[in-house]
């Protein structure tokens, strides 16, 4: 087992593991903005590392919150694990706050489950809405580095229409 100075596991042998422990594996918090065009841009990533979930059960919770700008441009964001896409949210979201939690269990080394519920409100409170929800069977080989990244894509060449404000990764250890 590697373990960094938070006493946060970063890799382990598979099948080797007898700790218990979890904890926030990743927290970026700093704004990232799309550019002025309609390209697909990765605005936080994190590479997770190889064996990270290695028990059967182990579970991962993936935070990603975005804004989006107060304009009628048709705006998508999506969070990727690895190749797999966990579910992705669409329209012209005016002026909204969208909050993303995934939760993603190994079922064995190359197949997990993960579920995925988005809700967004207005920028600075209102009603919060539950707008997608999904259930997805992603088949990433845990025992490499797999990347999770969090996407926005402008439907107009508009700067910063739509802004990541975070992604957070956690271990939950079975």
């Known amino acids: 087992i590697t373990v960094n100075a938070q006493g946060q596991i970063t890799a382990a042998a598979d ?3 007898t700790s218990t422990s979890g904890g926030v594996l990743n927290s970026q918090i700093s704004d990232s903005g799309t550019a002025a065009d309609t390209a697909i841009t990765a605005l936080h990533t ?14 991962l919770k993936i935070y990603a919150c975005y804004t989006t700008a107060a304009n009628g441009n048709t705006k998508t ?27 993603l269990s190994r079922i064995d080394a190359n197949n997990q489950r993960a579920t995925t519920t988005f809700f967004y409100s207005t920028t600075g409170g209102g ?10 069977l992603s088949t990433e080989n845990l025992t490499t580095d797999i990347n999770i990244i969090a996407y926005g894509l402008n439907g107009v060449a508009t700067l910063n229409d739509i802004v990541s404000k975070q992604l957070i990764v956690e271990l939950i250890k079975r």
């Open 15 to 17: 099948g080797s593991s």
């Open 127 to 136: 009603a919060v809405t539950a707008e997608y929800y999904d259930v997805d």
């Open 77 to 103: 964001m999506y969070v990727n694990f690895g190749s797999q896409s966990l579910g992705s949210i669409g329209s012209a979201l005016n002026n909204q706050t969208i909050y993303m939690e995934t939760v």
């Open 46 to 59: 994190f590479l997770m590392p190889a064996n990270t979930m290695i028990t059967n059960g182990d579970m």
